[in-house]
């Protein structure tokens, strides 16, 4: 009687098992890595109080129609340093001018770099103020008065951008 033994190999040995062993193993590696990038790092991006802001949209509307309504433009000048921020404001007929404003400057998308600016009149319709530096990227200002009746808003994109227009969208 003949009988062939074939030497048979343990399946660690074999390269199959390996391989359809891999992509699970990719996956879980991914998932500790998400898992760990969502528990360490802050998107900033939603709105803790979301209902509140959205019925507050209302006032913020009113607020840029009494810019409209008022007549009130503004113009944001950068100066030597990127820091040093002048502002020209112009009043319809009303003409009375507050001593300072506030300029929000907020990134698109990360709420830690927000800043406001208090701007200080220092002449007749010209504010002046300083800004901490600013990254490129396309921030939002709005300007307003200290007793919130009225609000301009623009775009200033960083560098590129050496004077803003502020206007009510109205």
Known sequence: MNVMTEKVKPWYHEPWPWILMAG??????????????????DDGLVEDD??????????????????????????????????????????GESGALPRELRLKVMHPTRTGQDQVVVMMQSGDGMYVGEIKALGAARW??????????????????VPKDSVVVLDSRG
């Open 24 to 41: 699970p193993a990719i996956v879980v590696v991914a998932a500790l890595a998400t898992a760990w990038l969502a528990a360490t790092t």
């Open 50 to 91: 979301y209902y509140k802001s959205g019925l507050g949209i209302n006032q913020t509307i009113e607020r840029d129609q009494a810019a409209h309504d008022l007549h009130i433009k503004a113009q944001l000048m950068v100066g030597d340093t990127p820091t040093h921020v002048r502002l020209m404001l112009q009043a």
């Open 140 to 157: 939002r200002l709005a300007l307003e008065d200290t007793d919130n009746r009225w609000r301009l808003t623009g775009t200033w994109r």
